[in-house]
């Protein structure tokens, strides 16, 4: 299990770093992307997609899982290792699949996060501006009718009622008593 672990972890990192490496440039699926497709259909200079970067789950999944299979059957047949020979190689090749396409949405994930706030950033600070701006006005607005609830209470002033009967001494002029 320990060595599985290692494993996978190293496979998010491959993930990262092959998402990392294509976004920067394409050069490998241009070059397939040429070979296999005619001209009409060939992709255009400013389209950025590659391998793993800008393409769907299944395409991405198809390429991972087919790399690593291919470094697989050469390990299994030019090598003493033999991979797929038993349980350990099979879940190891899995971890491996799954970890670098985990890696690979993290990489996804980072890269868009950063450019979000690259765009951001500048107004950013005119939202905190604003937003303190509005945090003062809002705080003056609280003083201000805060001395307003004072002032009243002041100005009213109660004035004296006549002297009314006692409600004794209305029942008794009403003969209830």
């Not at 501006?129 to 209470?153: M, N, Q, R, V, Y």
Request: glycine share 8%; charged share 25%.
């Amino acid at each position: 299990m320990g060595l599985e672990l290692v494993i996978f972890i190293g496979a998010i990192l491959f993930g990262i770093f092959l998402y990392w490496r294509e976004s920067n440039g394409n050069g490998l699926y241009r070059f397939v992307n040429k070979m296999v497709n005619s001209k009409a259909l060939q992709m255009k200079p400013e389209n950025r997609k590659g391998f793993v970067y800008k393409q769907a789950f299944l395409p991405r999944l198809v390429f991972v899982a087919t790399t690593f299979l291919l470094i697989g059957l050469v390990f299994q047949f030019l090598t003493p290792f033999k991979i797929f020979g038993s349980y350990n190689g099979i879940s190891a090749f899995s971890s491996v699949v799954v970890g670098t396409l985990i890696g690979t949405y993290l990489a996804n994930f980072v890269i868009k996060s950063t450019k979000v706030i690259e765009d951001k950033s500048d107004s950013i600070g005119d939202i905190m501006e604003d937003t303190i701006e509005k945090g003062k006005d809002f705080i003056e607005d609280l003083k201000s009718k805060d001395a307003d609830l004072t002032e009243e209470p002041e100005t009213i002033k109660e004035t004296p009622k006549p002297e009314e009967k006692s409600a004794r001494e209305r029942l008794k002029d009403k003969g209830l008593l």
